[in-house]
């Protein structure tokens, strides 16, 4: 059985507050320099695709294009200035490297933004999963970082393992991309490989990661969406992570989610909602999540602020599931008989029929009218699909998922027993 998937991620924290830190130098600044330790954000923590192995770099003139940047980290940090991108790619070689402390360009990170910026490396980065849940700072007299003291969860040597195996995975899934597709068809794709691969567990090891979505079949909503992001990166696809909260009966909680581009348009894809706690059956994926705007996904998303993060707009609504399967409401005429053939489809395929309405007025009367118990118009519905698709279906029997948020209806068939 599934759980449900949504993270609760640490927010970052001063723990310990201003101690002495001799780092040395003659300097007025190093006079007052400061250490601080501070709790990782871990469900943002994420690592970096590419490891960089070069050496005899002066780590203060790091030039951002020398590194092996993976591609998600280069669009995101194409709206860092200069300084910022230096920064950025000390911070990745460090990280990537296993170094225990990293030294930062001065004048460029303060203190007050330190969290924000890792957890801006390590959301592109969805390879370094092995950051560990505290890091310490050292800081100038003008409150600017000057370098980063980091822990490990793995060695260099478990990361790389680790990675080995990921890679390994993610190959066999990329293996199944059938010539011909368009990018909507691999995102779909990769989003039904990773529901069917893996189960929603925040007790597993390395349930943040996407070595431990894809490898071990247990994560929460952090390693559902590293590992769309690997995925999709490898097959040429723009993908990114959104950190944020999401709403579910009330109770706010951090989350993650990626923006994907499909077919040149940016849209959002939630992979762990679209894998919820149900009774349907472990082979049950659900779509509501899958190709849906802003507009749509602020219904029970919101994406937090980081001033080194700047998602894409997303408008469009031409990757949404529903509508590129003619599973689209837009008006009350359309519901029985649109909901009549996805039956007839599903009774042919999943077990599975989906609809979705244009809005919540069109979706209320669209309930009202398919499952009015004085009616029957949902049996109506069920023998109609069966003398189109025929099998072993029950025409008596049935269960019905509602999304109230995205106006959406999934109908569950039974077998005859």
């Known amino acids: 059985m599934k759980k449900k998937k949504m993270v609760a991620a640490l927010t970052a924290a001063v723990l310990i507050c201003t ?3 001799s780092l040395g130098g003659t ?4 006079k007052n320099r400061s250490k601080n330790t501070f709790v990782n954000t871990h ?3 994420e690592a970096s695709s590419e490891r960089h192995t070069e050496t005899g770099l002066d780590s203060r003139n790091e030039s951002f294009t020398a590194l092996e940047i993976p591609d998600t980290a280069e669009y995101i940090a194409d709206f860092l200035c200069t300084d910022e991108k230096r920064v950025f790619s000390q911070l990745y070689k460090g990280l990537s490297e296993f170094e225990s402390s990293v030294e930062l360009a001065e004048g460029v990170i303060s203190k007050d933004d330190i969290g924000a910026f890792i957890s801006m490396l390590t959301s592109a980065c969805p390879y370094i999963d092995y950051m560990g849940s505290q890091y310490t700072i050292c800081i100038d007299g003008d409150g600017y970082v000057t370098s980063v003291e980091v822990t490990y969860d793995k060695t260099a040597e478990e990361a790389q ?3 080995e195996k990921l890679d390994k995975k993610v190959g066999e899934i990329l293996a199944g991309i059938e010539q011909g597709w368009s990018d909507y068809d691999k995102v779909l794709y990769f989003h039904d490989s990773i529901i069917l691969e893996c189960n929603y567990d925040d007790t597993a090891k390395n349930c943040y990661s996407a070595y431990g979505c ?6 929460v909503c952090e390693g559902y969406a590293k590992a769309m992001q690997i995925l999709c990166t490898k097959a040429g696809i723009k993908c990114i992570p959104v950190a944020g909260k999401a709403y579910d009966g009330g109770a706010v909680q951090p989350h993650l989610w990626n923006k994907v581009m499909i077919d040149g348009e940016w849209t959002n894809v ?4 679209d894998d919820p706690v149900t009774d349907a059956g472990e082979d049950y994926i659900r779509y509501d999540y899958f190709g849906i705007t802003d507009a749509e996904c602020a219904k029970d998303h919101t994406a937090d602020d980081n001033k080194f993060l700047n998602y894409p707009e997303a408008f469009s609504s031409g990757a949404n599931y529903y509508r590129r399967n003619g599973l689209y409401a837009q008006s009350g005429d359309d519901v029985v008989q649109m909901m009549c053939r996805s039956v007839a489809e599903a009774m042919a ?3 599975y029929a989906r609809l979705k309405c244009a809005d919540s007025e069109m979706y209320d009367k669209a309930v009202d009218t398919l499952f009015d118990e004085n009616s029957g118009v949902i049996f109506d519905v069920l023998r109609r699909a069966y003398s189109q698709a025929g099998g072993d279906w029950s025409t008596s029997k049935y269960a019905v998922i509602k999304n109230d948020e995205l106006c959406t209806v999934t109908i569950i068939l039974y077998k005859n027993e």
């Open 19 to 21: 101690s002495g830190c």
């Open 27 to 30: 300097g007025e600044k190093n």
């Open 43 to 45: 469900a943002y923590v």
């Open 161 to 163: 393992a680790e990675k």
């Open 214 to 219: 894809l490898v071990e079949g247990k994560a």
């Open 270 to 273: 939630d992979l762990t909602w």
């Open 349 to 351: 395929d999943s077990g």
